[in-house]
């Protein structure tokens, strides 16, 4: 998502430094570019307009006037515009002082609702909290089954009443459960609608009224595009929202529901869906977004994602191991793992300031080079992977044969790994001279 948004403020971006002053006229030139790719990327053409209005008052002001480095400053103040109409300060799920705390998911059928309740338990039992799911969407078929496979998958219990028909009952019943078996969240799955009607706002309203909830969090499809952003601005009038998670922000469509909603609605994006994994979810921050959007990168999710995916104690062990060049194939397979457990390489690169941009330059990460290299090293013996020098002729090709490459590919990668073990080898070398006082002072 954003891609060809971030494309074109990029373009902008080199434009406006590019020059040394920045006349009014320039300004305006940018300002109906940064205009026309708001509109391309399906934003609210009011939201747009009032976008580039209040970029232009600071843009042509003393603000830029004064700056050593206009063109810098007018990107300044588009990232501070940009982070206030994604919502501004991000936002935490609130939680209740007396326990249990109540979130009620609203939203159509097709938006991801039963998914992200899921979702949504797993982050908070891996933070230590102990969720209830519940299931209140009744007329759907399969609808509780479905909360309970993910119930199980996320390790969450869910409450269910097998044959109930008055989804507010099942919602109040849910509460005292959870009050009894000392869970202190109760994330209620709410029956949805293929589009508005006043029979689902009736029965919303209703539940908000039985459980009181703290959150009431509108779950959104960033695929609808402006139908995203109209549904939005109905669930608020009619029921009072607290928050938006919006999913699938990992597909291709243009975000300009994202950048439209919060404008409109006035209401925060909590969190949003980047992955049909228990882990895909991740909260929203408006800052990085607008980061992101413009080239800039997003290197603190980059080191959460990292904090949340690594095993510290296996951590220290790899690096005892780099000290002493005693890295393996077996070590490299594991880091391969993890790496595949924080998401697609190609957006972990784009987090990375600069990086992202000499990516899609260079045609993208092939993944499936890491796949082939994976299997490589899965069709070796234990031994092999310890000690890949005894790894002969006959050995290279039965390996080929098992990962299903070549022996060029083998070979390939045995001499890559020779090679970064002789530097990781060199570079212990000069530590310890340095420590031994060869050196005029020890390296880091």
Excluded: C, W, Y
């Excluded at 030139?29 to 708001?38: I, S, T």
């Excluded at 994976?374 to 990962?403: C, F, K, L, N, Y």
């Amino acid at each position: 998502m954003f891609e060809a948004l971030q494309a074109r403020f990029q373009t902008i971006i080199r434009t406006l430094t590019g020059r040394g002053v920045l006349s009014e006229a320039d300004v305006d030139a940018a300002l109906r570019e940064v205009r026309l790719a708001l509109l391309e990327a399906d934003v609210n053409f009011k939201v747009a307009k009032t976008f580039v209005d209040r970029v232009r008052a600071r843009a042509v002001g003393a603000e830029i006037t004064k700056s050593l480095a206009p063109g810098h400053e007018v990107i300044k103040i588009v990232h501070e515009e940009l982070t206030r109409l994604l919502g501004g300060p991000s936002r935490e799920l609130r939680f209740a002082e007396r326990p249990p705390t109540v979130v009620l998911l609203a939203g159509l059928h097709g938006a991801g609702k039963t998914t992200t309740a899921g979702k949504l338990a797993f982050r908070l039992r891996r933070r230590g909290r102990q969720p209830l799911l519940v299931a209140t969407d009744l007329k759907r078929p399969a609808a509780v089954t479905q909360l309970q496979v993910v119930g199980r998958q996320a390790g969450v219990p869910v409450f269910a009443q097998q044959g109930a028909t008055d989804p507010l009952a099942v919602a109040r019943a849910s509460v005292a459960a959870a009050q009894a078996g000392g869970q202190d969240t109760v994330i209620i799955d709410s029956a949805g609608r293929l589009h508005i009607d006043d029979e689902l706002m009736a029965e919303l309203r209703a539940t908000r009224e039985a459980v009181r909830p703290h959150e009431v969090l509108l779950v959104m499809d960033a695929m609808a595009g402006q139908d995203a952003v109209t549904m939005a601005a109905r669930f608020h009038q009619h029921l009072g929202l607290d928050g938006l998670i919006v999913t699938k922000l990992d597909g291709d469509a243009r975000g300009g529901a994202v950048l439209s909603v919060v404008e409109v609605t006035g209401v925060p994006v909590l969190f949003a869906g980047t992955s049909e994994k228990l882990d895909g979810l991740e909260p929203f921050h408006p800052d990085r977004m607008a980061s992101r959007i413009l080239g800039m990168g997003d290197v603190l999710t980059l080191i959460e994602r990292a904090q949340e995916t690594v095993d510290q104690e296996s951590a220290a062990e790899l690096e005892r191991k780099l000290r002493r060049a005693e890295f393996t194939l077996e070590d490299f397979r594991q880091q391969l793992r993890q790496v595949k457990k924080m998401g697609p390489l190609e957006s972990l690169l784009e987090m990375i300031p600069g990086v992202g941009r000499q990516v899609k330059a260079a045609g993208g990460v092939d993944e499936r080079q890491m796949r082939r290299v994976e299997a490589i090293i899965d069709s070796m013996t234990p031994e092999e992977r310890r000690h890949p020098q005894v790894i002969d002729g006959s050995r290279r090709r039965r390996i080929a044969r098992g990962s299903g490459t070549s022996i060029q590919d083998v070979n390939r990668l045995l001499r890559q790994f020779d090679e970064a073990r002789r530097l990781i080898r060199s570079v212990g070398e000069i530590e310890k001279r340095g420590k031994r006082g060869k050196f005029p002072f020890p390296l880091p």
